[in-house]
């Protein structure tokens, strides 16, 4: 599947209950993600936030309803669809391997000088480069090395690197000191400038920079309005 750009999200009716149990968790969603909308999804723990998360990425499929980019069913994506959507978690992973490698989970076939470029992105080049083996050094032997706010910082380089349109962010920075969370988010923000970003949080800190919010409560879209407005 080949779109053209620019690319719009829209949900319908989505509904969603886990395999195997009884609660539903989405109860009937619908929402339309316009082209480089910058959204916040916020709502409390256990409020289906990460489930719809998953929904939009397609790692799962709706119970009913339907989730399209520009009006074709992400069902029928496949691998394809990270093409068009990355996400980066709560607690982004990184394996046991060079930080290169990390890095090209990305996009395998980037230059040395591209994961140099996006490693002064996300400002970790100088860190990177006083490392003994700087780009071939294993994670695992600088283990200890990466704090909580450099691997979201890696994690974001990774995402640069495959340049999707569309950014899923589910909680990027939970568990990060306040200053260093604060920093976080503005490197996310600037360095994905342009792209459709939608942000899934359960704070306010942040929400500022976004241009339009929605509340998820218990399944359902509760509220709406831009930053200003709530
Ligand atoms: P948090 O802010 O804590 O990350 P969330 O809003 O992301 O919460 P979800 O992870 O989407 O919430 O979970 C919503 C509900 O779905 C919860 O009640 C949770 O227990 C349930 N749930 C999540 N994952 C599964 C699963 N794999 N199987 C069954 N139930 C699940
Ligand atoms: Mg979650």
Known sequence: ???????????????????????????????????????????RSGSGKSTLASLIRGDRKPSSGSIKLNGVDTDKFGDQITKYISIINQTPYLFNTTIANNLRLGNEDASEEQLWQVLRRVGLSEMVQELPDGLETKVDEAGLRFSGGERHRLALARILLRDTPIVLLDEPTVGLDPITEQAVINTFIKQLKGKTLIWITHHLQGIDKMNQVIFIEDGKLTMEGTPQEL
Do not use: C, W
């Open 1 to 43: 599947i080949d779109l053209k750009q620019p690319y719009e999200l829209t949900l319908s009716n989505v509904h969603y209950t886990y395999p195997g149990t009884k609660k539903e968790i989405l109860k009937g969603i619908n929402l339309t993600i316009k082209p480089g909308e910058r959204l916040a999804i916020l709502g």
